[in-house]
């Protein structure tokens, strides 16, 4: 069982950063892959980031890409999201998620879930 808990969203002119957060519980952390999605009023929940679980592997959805990323300490049970560049399209709650899978860009095969934290870049 795992419990997560994201943070560090909040309000961004385009162009600025935040970096996401998310705390982990559990002493099985570091033996899931993590990673993050994101969904817009009215849109589906995309794929933006993942991470395995000795961290040597990560991918990112192509809007993201050379943007955002992706890292985890296991000794903090934490894996964080660096955004740059941000624009206003980034806008969306965003989500932090573990599975037991070794590479997964599609969020009904993650386990456990945040309840996520939002993200709002103006124009």
Known sequence: QVQLVESGGGLVQAGGSLRLSCAASGRTFSSYAMGWFRQAPGKEREFVAFI??????????????????????????TVYLQMNS????DTALYYCAATGR????????YDYWGRGTQVTVSS
């Open 86 to 89: 941000l624009k206003p399209e």
């Open 52 to 77: 395995t679980w000795s961290g040597g592997n990560t991918d990112y959805a192509d809007s993201v890409k050379g943007r955002f990323t992706i890292s985890r300490d296991n000794a903090k049970n």
């Open 102 to 109: 070794i590479i997964s860009y599609k969020y009904h095969e």
